[in-house]
T-cell receptor, first 112, second 112 residues
Framework: EAQVTQNPRYLITVTGKKLTVTCSQN?????MSWYRQDPGLGLRQIYY???????DKGDVPEGYKVSRKEKRNFPLILESPSPNQTSLYFC???????????FGQGTRLTVV | QKEVEQNSGPLSVPEGAIASLNCTYS??????FFWYRQYSGKSPELIMS????GDKEDGRFTAQLNKASQYVSLLIRDSQPSDSATYLC????????????FGAGTRLAVHP
């Protein structure tokens, strides 16, 4: 089954404690992206990757890191989480041109 | 000015009526346009894509695109309570940008 898998689905953490949200896709997509979704603001792009070892900033990259060492995986790293990073996070993948985005199930992150 | 704008709603329609959802975008070079449906707490799922001016129909859904007016809409005929969700408009500029920009979404409520 074609899918994008994120883990964990829910996470409560404390300010400053490094965390990683994993994302994996089994569709051999070149393009992967991370979004955060906040009420009234819609989906905002954090980082994206057009292929292995190729990443670039989206609209709200501050406080986040990513890496793309393998085509299927695109983890999101919060080195020192802060309460303003409390949000719903989605990973998405797509083919070249990103004509369609396939989304993971989402990760609800709370930073206290 | 936001790149993709939608009325946040809620748009309330009776069961069986036509729901009309609208979206405007600011970048004239945008080439691909999408409508995603998102149920509360779930990930967005693609329901329609449109690439050229005019109408595109798929079952009860019709997408309409007017590039000169920078306007894209979604009509849902014979609305059902199960259509109650947030509808996200997304725009891809193409040209290798590989960036999907989302509107904040319109919440649709279909009441029996």
């Amino acid at each position: 089954e074609a899918q994008v898998t994120q883990n964990p689905r829910y996470l409560i953490t404390v300010t400053g404690k490094k965390l990683t949200v994993t994302c994996s896709q089994n569709m051999n997509h070149e393009y992967m992206s991370w979004y955060r979704q906040d009420p009234g603001l819609g989906l905002r792009q954090i980082y994206y990757s057009m292929n292995v070892e190729v990443t670039d900033k989206g609209d709200v990259p501050e406080g986040y890191k990513v890496s793309r060492k393998e085509k299927r995986n695109f983890p999101l790293i919060l080195e020192s989480p802060s309460p303003n990073q409390t949000s719903l996070y989605f990973c998405a993948s797509g083919d070249r041109g990103f004509t369609e985005a396939f989304f993971g199930q989402g990760t609800r992150l709370t930073v206290v | 000015q936001k790149e993709v704008e939608q009325n946040s709603g809620p748009l309330s329609v009776p069961e069986g009526a036509i729901a009309s959802l609208n979206c405007t975008y600011s970048d004239r070079v945008s080439q691909s346009f999408f409508w995603y449906r998102q149920y509360s707490g779930k990930s967005p799922e693609l329901i329609m894509s449109i690439y050229s001016n005019g109408d595109k129909e798929d079952g009860r859904f019709t997408a309409q695109l007017n590039k000169a007016s920078q306007y894209v809409s979604l009509l849902i005929r014979d609305s059902q309570p199960s259509d109650s969700a947030t509808y996200l408009c997304a725009v891809n500029m193409g040209g290798g940008y590989n960036k999907l920009i989302f509107g904040a979404g319109t919440r649709l409520a279909v009441h029996p």
